[in-house]
């Protein structure tokens, strides 16, 4: 039997996700997520000890590079994509008191 | 002057390196079908006629100078609205993404640069690529050129229904879950998902990051092979490339299945399969047996527990890669809040839609503490168990042969309201994304309302040129199924 998604999870998951939703919305999400999380426990039916979990189908090796810097200063082409910026910086809210 | 768009991209670039046409009059005729058309398709989110005619110049100049030869060298191609282009907006198809034009190319769009082609627009999908019938863009529907009424398939609908209306002859789409291979499907194109590692990610938008791969569209089997060799190459830039051996796919076009193994997993033809599906498959896989092919039926295992696995992997990275959306470096910003949290919240919350806030808190709760082991991990530990199943089955055969999707395209409306009933129609095709290995989807029948029936091809790792071989010969003893063109 799956996990039983109640408003508090809604809320938890809600601040992880970032996400500010109505009481309908909540109410949608709760609905959706067990009706999803019932379907994931058919994972339940196999046996999986011992089996490693498997991030990539590759064994990728880490790809290291010298740190020099090979791109231009492009901070203003990138600026020009910021909701707001000012003084060649991102502007956002206040962050400290 | 003959029609250009019912060439294939292959002929259409000959003319051009001939000096019977021009460039320029190849993108015209491109933009010109897609004024006529797209008022009705909607596949096209960004068109730019004199970006394009510019472009278009240059490359002439290149051609002319002997300098560009390759097979689709001045043919002009549409690029899904994931794949970053650089001065050229590229939003997802996400009110969160509005107004980003990216300062820098995805290597995919390099590469198409590299070889002289001209990039006319961008195409609809999925928002963030999450769907199957491309109705959760924020720019509304596109519709399947066969019938209006009907979806195009998704995410890359945008990419399939553009080829299939004539508008293009070739574009790019995504593949995380069947992206590619399903909307082909549903419009009666040709296209491929290359296996993990062999088109960069460089500059595609991030939705499942383990599990994406860039591939081609095209109104046929070479025209599609020669777009791979275009767009796949080993990038420093993406850590999951791969540097292969062989970039030749056209050399896999030959006539012959003589001796080729083909395996059709009896699990794929259960319950949920369309007899209106599996007729065409079954015609299909007996032309390929003609042709002599050894065609056999067995059991692959584990497919009922690749869409579970699917949506706990998926959900997880997108929950992960959609946090850098924030309203702070790029797009939406909403206009009131309260500090800094309330900004993100609120601009996160009104820029997401439905389908891709549904997928950010299961891949949220599936990460979280407590449920990480029980979830995430559980379905890494299946997705090892799925890719074993398929080692296996690649031991014994060249290909697996399968539908692309368990019905035709379904009509407009029918899909959103029932999320996991939509998710189920992915069955055929998660599982190559969670093995990382390479599947097309051919056009290979029409049911009975004259919508069109794709068959999939599935080959281990890197065997792109198996699959490519075998569609190419069902290519050439299919014969014109459709009798007619779309739209």
């Given amino acids: 039997m799956a996990e039983i998604i109640t408003d508090e999870t809604i809320d938890y998951v809600s601040i992880l996700a970032k996400l500010k939703l109505t009481e309908a919305e909540k109410e949608d999400a709760k609905a959706d997520m067990q009706k999803m999380l019932n379907y994931i426990d058919k994972l339940d039916e196999l046996d999986t000890s011992g089996v490693e979990p498997m991030s990539h189908v590759f064994s990728f090796d880490n790809v290291f590079r010298e740190d020099v810097v090979t791109n231009q200063d492009d901070r203003d082409a990138m600026l020009a994509n910021a909701p707001l910026a000012k003084d060649g910086q991102y502007k956002v809210p206040k962050t400290v008191e | ?487």
Avoid at chain 2, 206 to 220: E, F, M, R, T
Wanted: aromatic share 8%; with cysteine.
């Fill in chain 2, 1 to 487: 002057m003959m029609d250009l768009m019912k060439l294939t991209a292959v002929q259409l670039s000959d003319k051009i390196k001939a000096g019977e046409i021009t460039v320029s009059q190849a993108v015209d005729a491109a933009l010109d079908a897609m004024e006529k058309k797209d008022g009705t398709i909607h596949a096209f989110v960004y068109t730019n006629r004199e970006h394009a005619q510019k472009k278009a110049a240059e490359i002439q100049e290149k051609i002319d100078a002997g300098q560009l030869t390759g097979p689709l060298a001045g043919v002009p191609v549409a690029v899904k609205d994931n794949i970053c282009t650089k001065g050229m907006p590229t939003t997802c198809a996400s009110r969160i993404m509005e107004n980003f034009v990216p300062m820098y190319q995805s290597e995919a769009a390099a590469n198409l640069e590299k070889a002289g082609m001209v990039i006319i627009g961008k195409t609809n999908m999925d928002e963030f690529a999450m769907g199957s019938t491309t109705e959760t863009s924020c720019y509304g529907a596109t519709k399947n050129p066969w019938n209006v009424e009907h979806v195009p398939g998704g995410s890359s609908g945008g990419s399939c229904a553009a080829v299939a209306a004539g508008e293009v002859l070739l574009a790019l789409g995504s593949d995380t879950g069947g992206s590619i291979r399903q909307p082909s499907s549903y419009c009666g194109v040709t296209g491929i998902k290359p296996t993990y590692g062999t088109v960069s990610r460089y500059g595609l938008i991030a939705y499942g990051s383990s599990l994406d791969q860039i591939g081609p569209v095209a109104g046929n089997v070479t025209d599609c092979a020669a777009l791979l060799q275009e767009i796949a190459s080993y990038d420093k830039k993406d850590s999951t490339s791969v540097k292969l051996d062989d970039y030749d796919f056209m050399s896999a076009l030959k006539h012959d299945v003589k001796g080729m193994k083909i395996g059709i997993p009896r699990d794929y033809f259960g319950e949920g399969l369309d007899p209106e599906v599996l007729g065409p498959i079954q015609k299909a896989a007996a032309v390929l047996k003609e042709q002599g092919a050894i065609v056999e039926h067995f059991d692959l295992g584990m497919v009922e527990y690749a869409i579970p696995a699917y949506y706990v992997i998926a959900s997880a990275e997108a929950s992960s890669n959609l946090e850098r959306f924030d309203g702070v470096k790029y797009g939406y910003r909403a206009a009131d809040y309260e500090g800094l949290h309330d900004m993100y919240k609120k601009s996160r919350t009104e820029g997401f839609g439905r389908e891709v806030k549904r997928r950010i808190m299961l891949g949220s709760f599936v990460l979280s503490s407590g449920y990480y082991d029980a979830y995430y991990l559980k379905a890494l530990r299946t997705k090892a168990l799925i890719k074993k199943a398929f080692d296996a089955a690649f031991a014994k055969y060249d290909i697996i042969l399968a539908p692309a999707a368990p019905t035709t395209a379904p009509r407009l409306g029918e899909s959103l309201s029932d999320p996991l009933k939509m998710y189920l129609g992915d069955i055929y095709t998660v599982s190559a994304n969670l093995a990382g290995i390479p599947g097309i989807s051919i056009p290979c029948g029409l049911d009975s309302k004259g919508m069109p029936v794709g068959m999939q091809m599935l080959g281990d790792c890197f065997k792109e040129k198996t699959i490519l071989q075998a569609a190419y010969t069902f290519e050439c003893c299919r014969g014109d199924i459709f009798g007619k063109e779309a739209h």
